[in-house]
């Protein structure tokens, strides 16, 4: 927000200098970015009238002018300008004067002399205009001193506001606020509603009331456009970094300054039937005043008439509608637009407007009344015509309601170390507009609707001590209440995942939950992403489906800077529609490529494959007490032949294999790459160990293989056997696996350790060789199993 220092003190005038005010709003949390004298340094430049216009004897595009400071004789200058003319008053600098660093002295120009220097803008430092002199209005006194008769002694000061203030997007805003902080009264201009003298109306229709609950409208008629504007509102306008567009543009423009309320006018002339306030259609186009044809999509909201789009609202008007120096009749708007329906329309355009800016923050929604009849009587001032009376149409029930919030003394002090007295309390509050109700722990405070930031009792405190100061807070000793929290025992903690994770040479990273949308595709293509209104760039488009498209970008930056050893992991949240919920759960994901050691002398170089992964994920499932099943199974991002799915008491909770080729192929990674992801509640959920009696009698051990089919895997035959054995087995070890010359092909021998136990009394040869021949006879029939002798 950049506004002029003289402006600001027309509305409140605290006793402060420049350099005070801009240091106490920095304190405050609205920091000046910049305050810069909204004129270059010049002396001795007054208000001069041009008599005579003659040309240069000895050059073309020079001329020679007698020209009146009101003084008894004229002065001759010698000037270039293309637009000098007799008639015209302009800036002339004195011999003797200064413009920065240039002193004036009389000189000759192709041996004429000439006795001062009339001026641009820009030799002023008054703008970037230099196709000719700086045109004073007719009026402009004769011999008057310029910087004192433009009240050029005058600052900008420029604010970096954060996007809660919204509400100090004007003149208005920065008064209360600057009102607020110094205790100085704000002299706020009195706007008397403006009369209708003609009955001329333009109907009004909004079909959605939730974006826009407030709309007004009104016709003025027979305007005057070929007026010029005032210097004073020009000179406002340009020290608040605007320029001077016409005379209804300027007023428009003004108002948003002066009451940080967004205003459009419309060429009547050009609007059939109505205004409609809708969303727009399928395949609708609209030319914007900056000439660029946009294609619309269904959630843009538009002012429309029956016939075709206006103006993006909220946002820009469009060039068919725009006001020309052919307008006669008006139709002037103003609206209160629900921020979140306006909030990053104008980015998706590749656009950036004021209006734009104010309504993604919020405007004051009682404010638009108050805005139409301040344009309506600065266009009647300044471009004549007739008024007609104000069309509204309301939607209370969607205009933002404040409720009370309840403001206690003692949470003040906790989050502030520090009470004000009651009175300081409630003068500091009032000040910003929150209504106060006293009661027995402190106040009921309902604060104005300007102000959109302040919703719930932490905000309220925030401005006390922002209003009181925060440099004049009392220094105190912090303090804090420790509760001590009981850890269940069937917890287990997310850091001791992370630290065993740790321990196997990973390495935790944190990456964004924004991804490209193909890339989460590419991972989760059965799962519906949550794009995002408003992305930061096209590769932030979407929330994370999966964990595992960060960490492959991340692996890719690694490999992109030669490392080639990466193991990692992420615990985190991913987002999944559902209808018209996002589901959000937590997922712990891992990835590694490369060697399976860090370069050493003492071990071979061998590449990290599909076990050694199943390997950490055997030992994170075992430290939180589950017994996993790891069943082969096809997963549209992994490797169709290296896959497996992770079950925990028949429930899916996660998946594991190496990357499938072609995605290895498209985002140029190894093959070898390896993915883990895990349901993270499962792992936080501990078994709590139980105590069992150790047997007091010896164990035996008895060794079997059995040649099956090689298709069937392992861990079925461990089932079928456990089952088989009932509590008598102890323990089952799968110690060979073999192939080869002895065993034909298509089978393979599976060699298993039991280890049998009773805890009553000792096993005999007989109990041990009925539970052999049973699992034998079970695998016999189940996987058509022989033994192996």
């Known amino acids: 927000m950049k506004f002029s220092e003289a402006w600001l003190r027309e509305w409140v005038a605290p006793k402060l200098d420049t350099q005070q005010l801009a240091e106490q709003l920095t304190m405050a949390g609205l920091e000046v970015d910049s305050v810069t004298p909204i004129a270059g340094g010049f002396s001795g430049v007054v208000v001069a009238e041009v008599l005579s216009v003659e040309p240069h004897p000895d050059a073309d595009k020079l001329r020679v002018c007698k020209v009146s400071t009101g003084a008894d004789q004229p002065l001759q200058i010698?000037?270039?300008?293309?637009?000098?003319?007799?008639?015209?008053?302009?800036?002339?600098?004195?011999?003797?004067?200064?413009?920065?660093?240039?002193?004036?002295?009389?000189?000759?120009?192709?041996?004429?002399?000439?006795?001062?220097?009339?001026?641009?803008?820009?030799?002023?430092?008054?703008?970037?205009?230099?196709?000719?002199?700086?045109?004073?209005?007719?009026?402009?006194?004769?011999?008057?001193?310029?910087?004192?008769?433009?009240?050029?002694?005058?600052?900008?000061?420029?604010?970096?506001?954060?996007?809660?203030?919204?509400?100090?997007?004007?003149?208005?805003?920065?008064?209360?606020?600057?009102?607020?902080?110094?205790?100085?009264?704000?002299?706020?201009?009195?706007?008397?509603?403006?009369?209708?003298t003609i009955e001329t109306e333009f109907p009004v229709n909004v079909t959605a009331p939730e974006a826009c609950p407030r709309y007004l409208g009104r016709v003025i008629r027979g305007v005057d456009q070929n007026v010029a504007t005032p210097l004073w509102m020009q000179e406002k306008l340009r020290r608040s970094g605007m320029r001077s567009l016409g005379p209804v543009v300027d007023v428009t423009n003004y108002v948003l300054l002066e009451l940080g309320q967004p205003m459009h006018a419309f060429d009547l002339a050009h609007l059939s039937g109505a205004i409609e306030v809708r969303y727009a259609r399928p395949g609708e186009q609209l030319t914007l005043l900056d000439e660029r044809t946009i294609e619309l999509d269904t959630e843009t909201l538009l002012i429309c008439d029956q016939q075709k789009p206006l103006a993006l609202a909220g946002v820009m008007g469009g060039i068919d509608s725009g006001i020309s120096p052919a307008t006669e009749d008006l139709f002037l708007e103003v609206a209160f637009f629900t921020p979140f329906c306006i909030a990053g329309r104008a980015r998706r355009y590749g656009l950036t407007t004021d209006s734009s800016h104010r309504f993604e923050r919020g405007v004051d929604p009682d404010l638009q009344r108050r805005a139409m009849e301040r344009a309506t009587s600065l266009l009647l001032d300044l471009v004549g015509g007739e008024a007609g009376p104000v069309t509204e149409v309301l939607a209370r029930e969607h205009l933002p309601v404040k409720t009370p919030i309840a403001l206690r003394r003692a949470r003040i002090e906790r989050l502030l170390g520090f009470v004000?007295?009651?009175?300081?309390?409630?003068?500091?509050?009032?000040?910003?507009?929150?209504?106060?109700?006293?009661?027995?722990?402190?106040?009921?405070?309902?604060?104005?609707?300007?102000?959109?930031?302040?919703?719930?009792?932490?905000?309220?405190?925030?401005?006390?001590?922002?209003?009181?100061?925060?440099?004049?807070?009392?220094?105190?000793?912090?303090?804090?209440?420790?509760?001590?929290?009981?850890?269940?025992?069937?917890?287990?903690?997310?850091?001791?995942?992370?630290?065993?994770?740790?321990?196997?040479?990973?390495?935790?990273?944190?990456?964004?939950?924004?991804?490209?949308?193909?890339?989460?595709?590419?991972?989760?293509?059965?799962?519906?992403?949550?794009?995002?209104?408003?992305?930061?760039?096209?590769?932030?488009?979407?929330?994370?489906?999966?964990?595992?498209?960060?960490?492959?970008?991340?692996?890719?930056?690694?490999?992109?800077?030669?490392?080639?050893?990466?193991?990692?992991?992420?615990?985190?949240?991913?987002?999944?529609?559902?209808?018209?919920?996002?589901?959000?759960?937590?997922?712990?994901?891992?990835?590694?490529?490369?060697?399976?050691?860090?370069?050493?002398?003492?071990?071979?170089?061998?590449?990290?494959?599909?076990?050694?992964?199943?390997?950490?994920?055997?030992?994170?499932?075992?430290?939180?007490?589950?017994?996993?099943?790891?069943?082969?199974?096809?997963?549209?991002?992994?490797?169709?032949?290296?896959?497996?799915?992770?079950?925990?008491?028949?429930?899916?909770?996660?998946?594991?294999?190496?990357?499938?080729?072609?995605?290895?192929?498209?985002?140029?990674?190894?093959?070898?790459?390896?993915?883990?992801?895990?349901?993270?509640?499962?792992?936080?959920?501990?078994?709590?160990?139980?105590?069992?009696?150790?047997?007091?009698?010896?164990?035996?051990?008895?060794?079997?293989?059995?040649?099956?089919?090689?298709?069937?895997?392992?861990?079925?035959?461990?089932?079928?056997?456990?089952?088989?054995?009932?509590?008598?087995?102890?323990?089952?070890?799968?110690?060979?696996?073999?192939?080869?010359?002895?065993?034909?092909?298509?089978?393979?021998?599976?060699?298993?350790?039991?280890?049998l136990q009773e805890t009553s009394r000792t096993l005999t040869d007989a109990d041990v060789d009925s539970v052999t021949n049973g699992i034998t006879s079970q695998l016999e029939r189940q996987f058509s199993a022989t033994l192996r002798e």
């Open 78 to 196: 010698v000037c270039g300008a293309p637009n000098v003319s007799a008639g015209m008053r302009a800036p002339l600098a004195m011999l003797g004067g200064r413009i920065g660093d240039m002193k004036i002295k009389p000189a000759k120009l192709r041996g004429v002399e000439s006795s001062g220097m009339l001026c641009s803008a820009r030799e002023l430092g008054l703008s970037d205009e230099h196709q000719g002199l700086m045109d004073l209005p007719p009026d402009a006194p004769i011999g008057a001193d310029l910087r004192r008769y433009l009240g050029l002694d005058d600052t900008a000061i420029e604010v970096d506001l954060t996007p809660n203030r919204g509400d100090c997007l004007g003149i208005l805003g920065m008064a209360r606020e600057v009102g607020a902080l110094t205790g100085t009264d704000v002299s706020e201009p009195v706007i008397a509603a403006v009369d209708a």
């Open 420 to 755: 004000p007295a009651d009175d300081q309390v409630e003068d500091i509050l009032s000040r910003l507009g929150v209504a106060l109700s006293a009661n027995q722990d402190g106040w009921a405070a309902t604060p104005p609707t300007y102000r959109f930031d302040l919703t719930i009792e932490a905000d309220l405190i925030e401005e006390v001590g922002r209003v009181f100061g925060y440099n004049r807070l009392p220094i105190s000793t912090t303090q804090g209440q420790l509760t001590m929290r009981p850890v269940p025992e069937a917890a287990t903690p997310l850091e001791r995942i992370k630290a065993l994770l740790v321990d196997r040479d990973y390495q935790e990273v944190i990456t964004y939950s924004f991804v490209e949308s193909e890339l989460a595709g590419a991972f989760s293509p059965g799962e519906q992403a949550v794009a995002l209104a408003n992305p930061i760039s096209s590769e932030m488009s979407v929330m994370r489906t999966s964990l595992w498209p960060g960490l492959i970008n991340t692996l890719r930056y690694n490999l992109a800077r030669q490392q080639g050893r990466v193991r990692i992991f992420e615990s985190g949240l991913k987002f999944i529609q559902q209808r018209t919920e996002i589901k959000q759960d937590r997922y712990l994901s891992g990835l590694v490529v490369g060697e399976r050691y860090p370069e050493q002398w003492d071990a071979p170089r061998q590449a990290v494959d599909f076990f050694d992964l199943k390997g950490d994920v055997e030992t994170l499932l075992s430290g939180s007490g589950l017994a996993a099943v790891f069943q082969a199974a096809s997963h549209p991002a992994l490797h169709p032949g290296q896959s497996a799915v992770i079950k925990v008491d028949d429930r899916t909770v996660g998946w594991l294999g190496c990357i499938h080729p072609e995605l290895a192929r498209k985002y140029e990674i190894p093959n070898k790459t390896c993915l883990f992801e895990l349901e993270l509640d499962i792992l936080l959920k501990r078994r709590v160990p139980t105590f069992e009696k150790i047997s007091r009698f010896p164990s035996i051990r008895r060794d079997l293989a059995y040649v099956v089919s090689a298709e069937i895997p392992t861990a079925e035959l461990c089932n079928a056997i456990s089952s088989q054995a009932g509590p008598l087995l102890q323990d089952l070890l799968v110690f060979d696996v073999y192939q080869g010359e002895g065993i034909e092909t298509g089978l393979k021998s599976v060699a298993f350790g039991l280890i």
